[in-house]
């Protein structure tokens, strides 16, 4: 799917999160923390691709619910893993959808340069809040 400056790319089966889950606005969400000319590649993914991205270039062996992989000042790729985001939907009693939003938004901050910490948390929050997810 090509949708100005996102490329959304699914290697799973069932790209849908849950039945009936309102459609991710990932193109709003970039433009919104990136800018309009931030060129974004997407891939929705499962478990086996994110541990092997998470190995290969992280050294670590589990399967990671969103990677950032920053290509240059302006372009950047998202690997965002449906499956862990599933389970832990369920663990934290969020729909699927609203725990894809937060991780990729999440995944967004990271390309954007920001750290782990309370300023990145109220900037997702803000953002999550602005597209309508619960967080």
Not at 2 to 13: A, E, G
Not at 45 to 53: F, W
Not at 54 to 62: D, S, T, V
Not at 65 to 80: A, C, D, T, Y
């Amino acid at each position: 799917m090509r949708s100005s400056n996102l490329d959304i790319k699914t290697t799973v089966r069932r790209a849908l999160l849950v039945k009936g889950a309102r459609r991710l606005l990932f193109d709003a969400m970039k433009k919104h923390v990136l800018g309009d000319s931030y060129e974004l590649s997407l891939v929705i993914c499962g478990d086996t691709l994110a541990r092997a991205m998470n190995r290969k270039y992280r050294k670590k062996g589990y399967a990671a619910n969103v990677l950032s992989f920053p290509l240059s000042k302006k372009e950047g790729e998202i690997f965002l893993n449906v499956r862990a985001a599933e389970r832990e939907a369920s663990k934290y009693g969020v729909s699927a959808s609203d725990r894809a939003a937060l991780l990729f938004v999440h995944g967004l901050f990271h390309l954007k340069g920001l750290k782990h910490g309370t300023q990145m948390e109220a900037a997702e929050r803000r953002v999550l809040k602005r597209f309508g997810y619960v967080r």
